[in-house]
Nanobody, 123 residues
Framework: QLQASGGGSVKAGESLRLSCVVS????????MGWFRQAPGKEREFVAA????????KYGESVEGRSAISRDNAKNTVALQMNVLKPEDTAAYYC??????????????????WGPGTQVTVSS
């Protein structure tokens, strides 16, 4: 089970830190990802991190402004987002895939999903 938190309403230029807690004792076996979906749009890849946290991957729209990290001891993956823009407004979802050595940037690359947390950025 995945549970994301940390969303909220902020102004453009501000920062937010999203967290996702994963239940169970095999968290380190899962590659993790973040996606987002704005109303009327496709679900978009945001970031992904390898099982050991050494490899990361970012979507073009957030690269340079965001950082994904994980703490395997706490079963948590985080997404730090800086210099937020109104176009970052979306529901953000964390996702997991078991024992994948590939950091997928597509929705079908992940099997497990949590409910979204809403991020709203006003200008």
């Amino acid at each position: 089970q995945l549970q994301a938190s940390g969303g909220g309403s902020v102004k453009a230029g501000e920062s937010l830190r999203l967290s996702c807690v994963v239940s169970g004792n095999t968290f380190s076996n899962f590659a993790m990802g973040w996606f987002r979906q704005a109303p009327g749009k496709e679900r978009e890849f945001v970031a992904a991190i390898s099982r050991n946290g050494r490899v990361t991957k970012y979507g073009e729209s957030v690269e340079g402004r965001s950082a994904i990290s994980r703490d395997n001891a706490k079963n948590t993956v985080a997404l730090q987002m800086n210099v937020l823009k109104p176009e970052d407004t979306a529901a953000y979802y964390c996702a997991a895939v078991f024992r994948s050595s590939i950091l997928s940037a597509v929705r079908d690359g992940y099997r497990y999903w949590g409910p979204g947390t809403q991020v709203t950025v006003s200008s």
